[in-house]
């Protein structure tokens, strides 16, 4: 188009040219011919008849312009509007545009595909009537009651995954929406909801679900019988045993717990990692906490002859967490460091206050961690080679699941390591404590 | 103990229900078991001598304890109950206030308790049935 701007002007220009030298060669030689104008007004009447012409063409030939323009625009609103329909029928989730009185004013394919109807046939109709809503139980829920009224009413954003609509055919769905209000200059001109079947979801969680907790069960059944036979066994309901046998049993009585604690752990990384976990956050003394593990550990501790020192924060506030869930943090890095820290060694725990977080500080004196290994050590099921040659029991879960659960609680966990002098592990906690979830499941 | 109570024990554990009988018998209860849940409902239609107490597993294999449940309230008369003490290894919150829902009175988690702990808890609700009873 711009190309040809030079040669329009030239022959817009040679044309008035031409005119103009016509006009004024008729007029004035007609007036001056018939004696009737003086030659100077023939001359300044030829002028602005020429100019009167000019400004014709040039309106003429701009009308033509505005009426191309109004055109290309016509073209290209109509391009747009095609591009947006083809675009909404290929959403490949439902959308339905209602009105003020909750009737279908547009309904793409996918809606049209799940719901069973002809877009033609739907346009116009109650909503109500296109697509039913049930509850989970199965009622059918009343239009007054549906969020599309609330959306029109409140003009706000509505989203729910726990019910179901009917389809044509009479076929139930469960259905995840989002209903949201369509506002041109302030005022709610209608709805526009989009919906997706959630069928096959809702069914893949509940099968993850059922799963874990028929696995859960698989593997602790024959963890029970072996923990209540040791038990019938070590009572001396079933006959007294010798000092000795009763060592031995107790070994497996041992043995048989850490088992039950593995299958705890895995199932534990599985709840928190599927995000089914709950959190329910309780007031709690965090060094009462820690006193109360390492009590758990007394055993170990003093087999191994170790030092135990505890330090906390003259002022440490109680914090509202999961007691739960950061009993498992300690607990994981207090039996890293029994276990990794040889004979007559020293643990030291320290929890303080720094700024708006407590930081906990796990410290021993043990093997240490090779620096190879250091980069993978909070990876699943990762153990340091000196760990694996020097105590071959461990289920590499127990750093993974406190990191775990320290980062979903807003804190950091990090460690410094020497191979022959020993580990130190810190974490922190928001001193706000953890955000309350409700879940499916609980930790074990 | 002066009365020996009835405790039906509905495991599918051969070697649990094995170690819970011997337990209940060894402090004093006469204990039944039951490897299916349908044999130990068609005992129950028998209703002459009824449990004092019901010992159930969550997942029986042919059924789930809150199925157990809802059919032995279609098996008892209406103003029989015998108290239920489900010890599972498996206690999804949802599962488990289902199951008291459909008239469980506990919940436990086998791997949380001793053997010994789970039969204390079994005396004190049949002496809490006593105690109803007088």
């Known amino acids: ?444 | 103990m002066n009365k020996k109570y009835l405790i039906m024990v509905v495991e599918d554990e051969k070697l649990l229900l094995q170690a819970i009988i011997k337990k209940l018998e060894l402090t004093g209860f006469v204990a039944e078991g039951y490897g299916d849940g349908d044999l130990a409902l068609e005992r129950l239609k028998k209703k002459d001598n009824l449990p004092d107490l019901i010992w159930l597993d969550y997942y029986l294999g042919d059924l789930t304890g809150d199925v157990f449940l809802k059919r032995m309230k279609e098996i008892l008369e209406k103003n029989v109950w015998i108290p239920v003490m489900v010890v599972s290894n498996s206690a999804s919150p949802q599962k488990v206030e289902e199951t008291l829902k459909n008239g469980a009175e506990k919940y436990l988690l086998k791997a949380d308790y001793k053997l010994e702990d789970l039969v204390g808890i079994a005396k004190e609700m049949t002496g809490q049935k006593k105690q109803n009873d007088t």
């Open chain 1, 1 to 444: 188009m711009a190309s040809q701007k030079p040669e329009n002007w030239f022959f817009r220009v040679k044309g008035l040219v031409f005119i103009q030298a016509f006009v004024t060669v008729t007029v004035v030689g007609l007036g001056w011919g018939w004696d009737l104008v003086r030659v100077e007004w023939a001359a300044v009447m030829s002028l602005m008849s020429g100019l009167l012409l000019a400004i014709t063409l040039f309106s003429i030939r701009h009308l033509r312009e505005v009426e191309k323009d109004l055109e290309d625009g016509k073209n290209k609103a109509e391009k747009e509007r095609e591009l947006q329909r083809v675009m909404l029928s290929s959403i490949g989730e439902g959308v339905v545009v209602l009105d003020t009185e909750a009737k279908v004013r547009l309904l793409n394919q996918a809606a049209c595909k799940m719901l069973g109807w002809k877009m033609e046939e739907a346009i116009g109709k109650d909503w109500d009537i296109v697509a039913p809503l049930m509850d989970e139980q199965g009622n059918l829920i009343d239009k007054s009651k549906r969020a599309t009224k609330r959306v029109l009413e409140e003009g706000i954003v509505l989203t729910n995954n726990k019910n179901c609509y009917v389809d044509k055919g009479g076929r139930v769905f469960s259905v995840g929406t989002t209903a949201a209000p369509i506002v041109i200059e302030g005022k709610t001109t209608g709805v526009i909801a989009i919906f997706r079947d959630i069928t096959h979801d809702k069914a893949v969680d509940r099968a993850k679900s059922e799963f874990v907790s028929l696995a859960s069960h698989q593997l602790r059944t024959p963890l029970s019988a072996i923990k209540w036979f040791t038990e019938l066994l070590a009572s001396g309901d079933v006959g007294e045993m010798t000092p000795e046998q009763k060592q031995f049993l107790e070994n497996i009585y041992s043995s048989n717990e850490r088992m039950i604690e593995l299958v705890n752990g895995l199932l534990n990384i599985s709840r928190i990692e599927s995000g089914r976990i709950i959190i329910d956050p309780k007031l709690t003394d965090l060094g009462v906490l820690v006193k109360q593990i390492i009590n758990d550990l007394v055993a170990q501790v003093s087999e191994k002859k170790l030092e135990m020192i505890v330090s906390l924060h003259p002022n440490l506030p109680q914090m509202n967490v999961d007691s739960k869930l950061v009993a498992q943090v300690y607990m994981n890095l207090l039996t890293n460091a029994v276990k990794y820290t040889p004979a007559g060694g020293q643990i030291e725990v320290m929890i303080s206050l720094k700024g708006d977080e407590v930081l906990s500080r796990v410290s021993d004196t043990g093997y240490g961690i090779p620096p190879d290994d250091q980069k993978k050590i909070f990876e699943r099921f990762y153990r340091a080679g000196n760990a694996v040659k020097m105590v071959p029991d461990g289920t590499g879960l127990g750093l993974y699941l406190a990191k775990t659960i320290v980062e979903s609680s807003g804190g950091r966990i990090w460690f410094e390591s020497e191979v022959g002098k020993g580990s130190t592990f810190w974490f922190t906690l928001p001193l706000t404590g953890m955000q309350a979830k409700s879940g499916e499941v609980r930790i074990s």
